[in-house]
């Protein structure tokens, strides 16, 4: 099983409410990560999480909460959030042997519009 | 400064003919370069991935080469299928920073019947 998969596909949502995106992989892989991607423009990074710990924040707006509630499962809780915050987020993991075959595999994706 | 540049920004040929795509990138220390194909609206989706010491990879239609000396990568699809259009992007990893990729602006290929 090779496959990272995310819901919802699609979220519409105001700008005063309060969603989740839920990233799920079942390939054993350590790494965990969250991007954004706007039209056009290659993926930016968010947060990444190894062995269930945040590693890495990109001085990303409190308005994003990521969760990593277990080793397979990564959520990325919003409130509040501003239209230019639609966009596409991408889940992402990796097996976290930061060896020079270390591969990222990315989810469908979730496409995000707030109003 | 990391970078990875690619060109071209896009393309449009016909179906069943070849391209190559570019990639060039100033990434130290190298770790590896991975050619990803997006759909839009879609994840990417890893085509293939190569090591400072590797300088060829096929992936059926796909083959990647790699010159590490001159920093160079090329993406060459072979008889091109309407289902080839896609976003192609060039991501390159340093090895001091795994989980940070440094991607590409990525090549927009169009293949019209």
């Known amino acids: 099983d090779t496959e990272v998969t995310q819901t919802p596909k699609h979220l519409v949502m105001g700008m005063t409410n309060k969603k989740s995106l839920k990233c799920e992989q079942h390939m054993g892989h350590r790494a965990m990560y969250w991007y954004k991607q706007k039209a056009k423009k290659p993926p930016e990074l968010m947060f990444v999480?190894?062995?269930?710990?945040?590693?890495i924040n990109e001085s990303v707006p409190s308005r994003f909460s990521p969760e990593c509630p277990n080793s397979s499962l990564l959520n990325l809780h919003l409130h509040a959030l501003q239209p230019e915050d639609s966009a596409l987020y991408l889940c992402a993991s990796s097996q976290d042997r930061r060896g020079p075959q270390e591969t990222q595999y990315f989810g469908p994706g979730t496409r995000l519009l707030v109003l | 400064k990391n970078q990875v540049e690619q060109s071209p920004q896009s393309l449009i040929i016909l179906e069943g003919k070849n391209c190559t795509l570019q990639?060039?990138?100033?990434?130290?220390?190298?770790?590896?370069l991975r050619w990803y194909k997006q759909d839009t609206g879609r994840g990417p989706v890893s085509l293939t991935i190569m090591t400072f010491s590797e300088n060829t990879k096929s992936n059926g239609r796909y083959t990647a080469t790699l010159d590490a000396d001159t920093k160079q990568s090329s993406l060459h699809i072979t008889a091109s299928q309407l289902s080839d259009s896609a976003s192609y992007i060039c991501v390159v990893s340093a090895m001091d920073s795994s989980y940070k990729l440094i991607f590409g602006s990525g090549t927009r290929l169009l293949v019209r019947p």
């Open positions: 990639c060039n990138y100033t990434v130290s220390p190298f770790s590896n």
């Open positions: 999480y190894s062995y269930e710990k945040l590693s």
